[in-house]
């Protein structure tokens, strides 16, 4: 008791000074704000990005987004007969903790994945077919694979609860200067060796069976990715978590997400393609000279500019899907090799052909979706009943034409391939795009710091393209910015981040 009047005011002064200093890094020396930044792309990253830097650098910078297509980017829907179909990223995991908070930020409703039975056949017969009945369905894959669903299962849910690490760290504010170091930050060397290794490698190195490999996790991946399991560990880790139950999706479409985020984030859209960055010595309003970047884009017919503190790049630097020349940086902006992958998405209605897969009649024939393995010679990948964007139950056949239909395929199917796989069909919408990397490990991933306040979202998609993957980078940029800005450097690539924070009270 033998504290004094002045020490027993002084101590929450001096505890609420000594708890700013721990939380607000840098904050006796923040800089003003930029005054103007770019993002280049309006998908999910750029929107994402968008979101995040309103957020850090506060109301009075203005935020110009551009995008040469739709907002939404491959989060694409197709029209069909006056009802739209998701043509890109099409459901969401329960664990993908950004696309939830943007749905509830924004006031969107959700449907759940419309599910039903699958089915996996192998070019002759259909090698595995789901039951109604879940303990059916535990038998049939235990006397098929033994155990090896469960322990695809387990190896599923280490990496995702290692993966679920960034949700902590962006939340305390830590960011991360390339894709190599945030990955090591959430699995160490595991998670490196993964992006470093075929999923084949890696799943052969646990003890998985070529059986169960050829058909449970290689259909997977055609499904999903469009390849085999020649890709990467991580992002064949990232596709088979898209193989558990709870997967949903934004009613309406996911790429309201994007425009949401666009009208949350008060940025301004310009609707334009990008042609060059090129950074310059501009006198700002103060008198003081400043470096800028200065963005050239077409709008219509027209070529303009401008000029901006920050510039993020969040839309594939690949000369097919976004050709921005980077002109007089010294040294030069590094040159990318990222291949995509071409995947059409085909939109029919009819009646299935079950013939083609199964001696049952189609009256007889449950199967909702059918995947296909790598050594079968059908020109598919897979096909599935499809919903709108706004339905909200199972789909319902249309008529007496039966279903309408989403088919991924490597090339644009014919209408002789067609009529294999449908006794008759009222239409075929065909939609060709560059979905997602091809993947070839080893990956060696692009910056994301590309020049001094010039950044490059996208790089993460070399470890695995996903939606949430993309709201991830998008934050981690929007922190990286944000710190580099106001010279924070303990806010970046600290080490052993778990252990810290753990033990933080």
């Not at 994007?258 to 006198?283: D, F, Q």
């Not at 040159?335 to 995947?343: G, L, R």
């Not at 897969?357 to 790598?374: C, E, G, P, Q, V």
């Not at 644009?412 to 560059?434: C, G, H, M, N, R």
Request: charge should be negative; include cysteine; charged fraction near 20%.
């Amino acid at each position: 008791m033998g504290l004094t009047a002045g020490a027993l005011v002084w101590s929450p002064v001096g505890l609420w000074l000594l708890l700013c200093s721990w939380g607000c890094p840098g904050s006796a020396e923040l800089r003003a704000p930029p005054e103007k930044i770019a993002i280049i792309g309006a998908g999910i990253g750029g929107t994402s990005a968008a979101y995040y830097l309103r957020q850090k650098f506060g109301k009075d910078v203005k935020i110009d987004v551009f995008e040469r297509g739709e907002v939404g980017g491959r989060l694409a829907t197709v029209t069909v007969r006056g009802q739209e179909y998701e043509a890109g990223g099409s459901v969401i995991h329960p664990l993908n903790l950004h696309m939830k908070r943007f749905v509830k930020d924004l006031g969107l409703s959700t449907v759940q994945s419309s599910g039903g039975l699958l089915g996996v056949y192998n070019g002759e017969t259909l090698v595995f077919e789901e039951s109604s009945w879940f303990i059916m369905n535990m038998i049939k894959l235990i006397w098929h694979y033994g155990f090896q669903s469960l322990r695809m299962h387990m190896w599923v849910e280490d990496i995702l609860d290692k993966f679920m690490r960034i949700y902590r760290y962006q939340s305390h504010d830590y960011a991360f200067s390339s894709v190599e170091r945030l990955l090591h930050s959430l699995g160490g060397d595991e998670f490196l060796g993964m992006l470093n290794r075929t999923l084949l490698e890696t799943l052969q190195k646990a003890g998985f069976s070529e059986k169960f490999l050829d058909e449970i996790v290689a259909p997977v991946m055609r499904v999903n990715y469009g390849q085999s399991m020649n890709i990467n560990g991580f992002v064949g880790a990232v596709s088979m978590s898209c193989a558990d139950s709870g997967l949903w999706a934004v009613q309406g479409g996911n790429k309201l997400v994007c425009s949401g985020l666009l009208r949350a984030s008060r940025s301004n859209l310009i609707a334009g393609s990008v042609l060059y960055i090129e950074e310059k010595t501009r006198t700002k309003h103060t008198g003081n000279p400043a470096k800028m970047y200065e963005v050239i884009y077409q709008s219509g017919s027209e070529t303009r500019s401008d000029f901006y503190d920050i510039v993020l790049v969040a839309t594939p630097l690949n000369r097919k899907m976004s050709n921005i020349t980077f002109l007089n940086f010294d040294p030069p902006i590094e040159e990318f090799h990222q291949y995509y992958q071409h995947i059409v998405t085909t939109l029919i209605k009819g009646q299935l052909n079950s013939t083609l897969f199964s001696s049952r009649a189609l009256d007889k024939f449950d199967l909702s979706t059918i995947l296909t393995t790598d050594n079968s010679d059908l020109f598919i990948n897979s096909i599935g009943i499809v919903s709108s964007v706004t339905e909200n139950d199972r789909p319902q056949p249309l008529g007496d034409r039966g279903y309408v239909w989403k088919i991924f395929s490597q090339e644009i199917l014919t209408k002789e391939q067609i009529l294999k796989l449908f006794l008759s069909y009222d239409y075929a919408v065909k939609q060709p795009w560059l979905a997602y990397p091809h993947y070839r490990p080893p990956e060696k991933c692009p910056s994301i710091i590309l020049h001094d306040r010039l950044y490059y979202l996208n790089g993460i998609e070399c470890a695995a393209s996903a939606m949430e993957m993309s709201a991830i980078a998008a934050h981690n940029a929007a922190l990286l910015a944000y710190h580099r800005w106001n010279g924070h450097t303990d806010m970046i690539d600290q080490e052993d981040l778990y252990e810290k924070l753990k033990t933080e009270l």
